[in-house]
């Protein structure tokens, strides 16, 4: 990462000045579920959606479970990353909360009865894959390493990245917003290093017309420039698509944007056009829109840990 501000100046820097990252609500998930239920009325894709709203609401029931055991990171570490803009909540190289496992067990077990076929046989070969090829899955899913070995393994991969979602939702929520590295305006996740699913316009308490992208892990939001190229921070000919149905714009709130410099496409949705969007379940809901522009060269930037690709 390269900084904005020198280490003193970050160090120094009043809390509150800026609101450069937001925490996530403590009913995140809750509130995905349903925005998921409202985005699969009358959907193509119905049936998948109305399933990981479920997910959502069981992440939302383990996120409560979690939080009371989840602890801070020591001072010592939080005052290092600040000063050097690293992710406290490194999801590449630290090792593997022990947690996330009890995680995964409680999804498996309360989305059994409502899992599609393949996920169920999946589910029913759990038990036997043992606790290292899990973490070994969950460890390449949080590098965004090479797709899975098996069948098995890439059917329990959505459900390894939504109980990982859980473990990294509960150490975020365990920090201030001033723990995050502030004053780098990055690609990844100042809180856990991840890859954005997509940005967010916010309205409200932010301020109306606040970009911020949204962490595919740990859904804390940092804030970028609007107009700018998240990935490769372009400015120059970025364009917007969105997706036009028989009687206008469907998904309103949704547009792709585009980078000619780095042929990078994220999708941006806007509480300005619908005060409900959320990056994840928007992005979820619209699949079509990066069909749409991967046929005019474009490659999906934004990572969703329900869409299973390294
Ligand atoms: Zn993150
Ligand atoms: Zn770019």
Redesign the pocket.
């Known amino acids: 990462m390269q900084p904005l501000l020198s280490p003193e100046e970050i160090a120094t820097q009043a809390p509150g000045d800026i609101l450069t990252n937001r925490l996530p609500a403590d009913r995140l998930f809750a509130q995905r579920a349903d925005r998921l239920r409202t985005l699969a009325a009358g959907h193509a894709m119905a049936d998948f959606l109305l399933f990981c709203a479920r997910i959502a609401d069981v992440q939302q029931t383990a996120l409560e479970r979690l939080r009371p055991l989840t602890q801070r990171p020591d001072e010592g570490l939080l005052l290092r990353c600040r000063q050097h803009g690293m992710p406290p909540l490194d999801a590449q190289g630290a090792d593997l909360p022990d947690t996330w496992y009890e995680v995964l067990t409680t999804l498996s077990r309360e989305l059994e009865p409502w899992a599609p076929p393949v996920l169920q046989s999946a589910l029913l070969s759990l038990p036997g894959l043992g606790r290292p090829a899990l973490d070994a899955l969950a460890r390449s899913i949080l590098r965004c390493e090479a797709s899975p070995d098996t069948v098995i393994e890439l059917a329990l991969a959505p459900l390894v990245g939504a109980a990982l979602q859980v473990t990294w939702t509960a150490r975020a929520l365990a920090l201030n917003g001033q723990d995050i590295p502030s004053g780098f305006e990055d690609s990844l996740c100042p809180a856990c290093g991840s890859h954005p699913v997509a940005s967010i316009v916010r309205i409200g308490d932010a301020g109306h017309g606040v970009r911020y992208a949204t962490c595919s892990l740990c859904a804390n939001e940092w804030h970028v420039t609007r107009i700018k190229?998240v990935?490769?921070h372009?400015t120059k000919d970025i364009a917007y698509q969105g997706l036009e149905g028989e009687e206008g714009a469907l998904n309103p709130g949704v547009k792709a944007e585009t980078?000619p410099?780095?042929q990078?496409s994220l999708k941006i949705v806007s509480m300005e056009k619908d005060p409900f969007v959320d990056a994840f379940a928007d992005d979820l809901a619209t699949l079509a829109l990066d069909m749409l522009v991967d046929e005019a060269g474009f490659h999906r930037a934004g990572r969703n840990l329900f869409l299973f690709t390294p």
Request: aromatic share 0%.
């Open positions: 190229c990935p490769c372009n980078c410099a780095c990078a």
